[in-house]
């Protein structure tokens, strides 16, 4: 389908939507709805790190966690394509515009969205479990860790549904301002991972990989537990929606009913957001697949000896765990909470670049900060989050060397995803994709070569960011050039003071770092970390008040 023209000035900018939003009234506060989204994020966030501390003690970096990583990202990568990426994007705009003009119809669009959703991809899993079952049994001679890695994905797969429906309704219910239900729901996949963990371990105390192979699919066995507790979760939440089950039967037989056309729009608009908006988790998917090679496949590549070795997925996922909490708790927060707005504001040119410049402002003076605190406080904060039980001083080295090449694009990783959004809400959906191939292309030339370096699986983390950045320039001259000048004067300016805050905040916390004696226990660490995270808080806060930044206002969800 052809992608709406681009932005116009519009006499409608100061008209109200039936919920009394105007495009420059309460209904473009995305700060506020960022603050919140932003705060319950934070608190699944941090049991999210309960989460991985608790599977780093019981596992540590090994084949077992190696197999569990490669089990859980095939399912948790349709989450983010599916559910959090395209099929929300493309949902997102077309229930929002039917929800200003016929809610009624807004409300069966969602309805068929649910159920075609929950048709199509339980026929997915219903597939794969078949040809899994048949690839475990014909693998009889291969090692115990890929028949243990194709158990994981085998038992963690039907998650996949679950969470893309989880992930829809939370679109559904933040077009009403609810951001607080979706924000909300990982807190329910994490505490149950970290019950399992807990309950099981006394059983699995032992180091056999086959006890332990056995505690993992157990654990695994909860995250699928968690999905379906996840699902009632949000459709309690949207109860007072009224969405309709028989109706949405109704019109997936009756193809001439008037959700079908708003359905052939969203799917004509899916596919190409897949990449578009995904282009990172495709990108972190490719780096699994390589990191998972000598744990699943084994440790030679066409009869010469692959760089990695068993550990590389779960020092990389642990590292990936680590950075994404920033981009989680503030770079998503702010896209998701801008998206309805931008999409509200697509006809109004003046009112969609203002959301937007604010957008970019608020990201770049978090993501920052962020980028450059992480590099300086990776070594401690891995060990207190990670090291303890089976996760050695060394495991803590090896993963905080991998999260040194993450940590210096989270403001790329934040930024891109508003930018992307700044599309897919002016219709367009081609743009960002184009880009993406060649950024996915580029990703893995750069896997394939990094990884024969010194960087070993730290490689696969470096080309992540070096693709992120260079996307996030590709998009921002695009859009410049079709909307005009999206990176005005006030924006640069903002830009520089956030430079001169990180700077500020940089010198205290490596003078700090350079005069505290490595942490060589965990106590020492949480010192350390403790510390660090202080001063460069203290500096940022200290340094936006003296520079009378807004974005510093804004960040606390005012205006």
């Given at each position: 389908?052809?992608?709406?023209?681009?932005?116009?000035p519009?006499?409608?900018?100061?008209?109200?939507?039936?919920?009394?939003?105007?495009?420059?009234?309460?209904g473009?506060?995305?700060?506020?709805?960022?603050?919140t989204f932003?705060?319950?994020?934070?608190?699944?966030?941090?049991?999210?790190?309960?989460?991985?501390?608790?599977?780093?003690?019981a596992?540590?970096?090994?084949?077992?966690?190696?197999?569990f990583s490669?089990?859980?990202?095939?399912?948790?990568?349709?989450?983010?394509?599916?559910?959090?990426?395209?099929?929300?994007?493309?949902?997102?705009?077309?229930?929002?515009?039917?929800?200003?003009?016929?809610?009624?119809q807004?409300r069966?669009?969602?309805?068929?969205?649910?159920?075609?959703?929950g048709?199509v991809?339980?026929?997915?899993?219903?597939?794969?479990?078949v040809?899994?079952?048949?690839?475990?049994?014909?693998?009889?001679?291969?090692?115990?860790m890929t028949?243990?890695?194709?158990?994981?994905?085998?038992?963690m797969?039907?998650?996949?549904?679950?969470?893309?429906?989880?992930?829809?309704l939370?679109?559904?219910l933040?077009?009403?301002d609810?951001?607080?239900?979706?924000?909300?729901?990982?807190?329910?996949?994490?505490?149950?991972?970290?019950?399992?963990?807990?309950?099981?371990?006394?059983?699995?105390?032992?180091?056999?990989?086959?006890?332990?192979?056995?505690?993992?699919?157990?654990?695994?066995?909860?995250?699928?537990?968690?999905?379906?507790?996840?699902?009632v979760?949000?459709?309690?939440?949207?109860?007072?929606?009224?969405?309709?089950?028989?109706?949405a039967?109704?019109d997936?037989?009756?193809r001439?009913?008037?959700?079908?056309?708003?359905?052939?729009e969203?799917?004509?608009?899916?596919?190409?957001?897949?990449?578009?908006?995904?282009?990172?988790?495709?990108?972190?998917?490719?780096?699994?697949?390589?990191?998972?090679?000598p744990?699943?496949?084994?440790?030679?590549?066409?009869?010469?000896?692959?760089?990695?070795?068993?550990?590389?997925?779960?020092?990389?996922?642990?590292?990936q765990?680590?950075?994404?909490?920033?981009?989680?708790?503030?770079?998503i927060?702010?896209?998701?909470?801008?998206?309805?707005?931008?999409?509200r504001?697509?006809?109004?040119?003046?009112?969609?670049?203002?959301?937007?410049?604010?957008?970019?402002?608020?990201?770049?003076?978090?993501?920052?900060?962020?980028?450059?605190g992480?590099?300086?406080?990776?070594?401690p904060?891995?060990a207190?989050?990670?090291?303890?039980?089976?996760?050695t001083?060394?495991?803590?080295d090896?993963?905080?060397?991998?999260?040194?090449?993450?940590?210096?694009a989270?403001w790329?990783?934040?930024?891109?995803?508003?930018?992307?959004?700044?599309?897919y809400?002016?219709?367009?959906?081609?743009?960002?994709?184009?880009?993406?191939?060649?950024?996915?292309?580029?990703?893995?030339?750069?896997?394939?070569?990094?990884?024969?370096?010194?960087?070993?699986?730290?490689?696969?983390?470096?080309?992540?960011?070096?693709?992120?950045?260079?996307?996030?320039?590709?998009?921002?001259?695009?859009?410049?050039?079709?909307m005009?000048r999206?990176?005005?004067?006030?924006?640069?300016?903002?830009?520089?003071?956030?430079?001169?805050?990180t700077?500020g905040?940089?010198?205290?916390?490596?003078?700090?770092?350079?005069?505290?004696?490595?942490?060589?226990?965990?106590?020492?660490?949480?010192?350390?970390l403790?510390?660090?995270?202080g001063?460069?808080?203290?500096?940022v806060?200290?340094?936006?008040f003296?520079?009378?930044?807004?974005?510093?206002?804004?960040?606390l969800g005012?205006k």
């Open positions: 389908m052809a992608a709406s023209p681009t932005p116009t519009s006499d409608s900018s100061g008209s109200s939507d039936r919920h009394g939003r105007g495009a420059h009234g309460t473009d506060r995305f700060e506020r709805n960022a603050r932003t705060l319950l994020t934070l608190l699944s966030r941090f049991t999210g790190l309960a989460r991985d501390a608790t599977l780093s003690r596992f540590g970096v090994g084949p077992v966690m190696d197999a490669f089990g859980f990202m095939v399912p948790n990568l349709f989450r983010r394509l599916f559910g959090e990426g395209a099929l929300s994007a493309s949902f997102l705009p077309i229930y929002a515009r039917l929800d200003t003009s016929d809610p009624v807004a069966r669009f969602a309805s068929l969205t649910l159920l075609l959703l048709l991809l339980n026929a997915m899993v219903i597939v794969a479990e040809v899994l079952f048949v690839v475990h049994h014909n693998a009889a001679g291969s090692g115990d028949r243990l890695g194709l158990e994981l994905l085998m038992t797969l039907p998650y996949m549904p679950l969470v893309c429906i989880v992930a829809v939370g679109s559904v933040q077009t009403h609810r951001f607080g239900p979706t924000a909300a729901s990982p807190l329910i996949l994490n505490l149950a991972i970290v019950g399992a963990c807990v309950a099981f371990l006394p059983l699995f105390r032992s180091d056999d990989i086959e006890a332990q192979g056995t505690h993992a699919i157990l654990v695994g066995a909860s995250v699928v537990l968690a999905g379906v507790l996840q699902v979760w949000s459709f309690a939440a949207a109860r007072h929606l009224h969405l309709s089950v028989r109706g039967w109704s997936l037989r009756d001439a009913a008037p959700s079908w056309i708003h359905m052939r969203m799917l004509a608009q899916a596919l190409p957001m897949m990449l578009g908006l995904g282009v990172l988790q495709v990108n972190t998917f490719l780096d699994g697949l390589v990191a998972s090679w744990t699943i496949i084994g440790p030679t590549i066409f009869g010469v000896a692959f760089p990695l070795q068993d550990g590389a997925m779960s020092t990389l996922a642990n590292a765990r680590l950075y994404e909490f920033p981009l989680g708790v503030f770079g927060a702010i896209a998701s909470a801008i998206f309805p707005v931008l999409s504001q697509a006809k109004d040119l003046p009112a969609f670049l203002g959301t937007l410049r604010r957008g970019l402002r608020l990201t770049l003076f978090i993501g920052l900060p962020a980028s450059v992480l590099m300086l406080v990776g070594r904060a891995v207190v989050m990670l090291q303890g039980g089976r996760f001083p060394e495991d803590t090896r993963v905080a060397f991998v999260l040194l090449g993450y940590a210096p989270i790329s990783y934040c930024m891109v995803h508003v930018w992307t959004r700044a599309f809400a002016s219709g367009d959906s081609k743009t960002p994709t184009r880009v993406a191939v060649g950024m996915v292309l580029l990703n893995l030339t750069l896997n394939l070569t990094l990884i024969w370096t010194g960087l070993r699986e730290a490689g696969l983390a470096w080309s992540t960011a070096i693709c992120s950045m260079i996307q996030c320039v590709i998009l921002a001259r695009i859009l410049t050039r079709r005009g999206v990176v005005d004067h006030e924006v640069l300016a903002s830009w520089g003071r956030t430079a001169a805050v700077a905040m940089a010198a205290p916390m490596f003078l700090a770092h350079w005069l505290l004696p490595a942490s060589s226990s965990w106590g020492a660490a949480v010192v350390e403790g510390l660090l995270m001063l460069g808080a203290m500096a806060a200290g340094g936006a003296l520079l009378r930044m807004p974005e510093l206002r804004w960040a005012r």
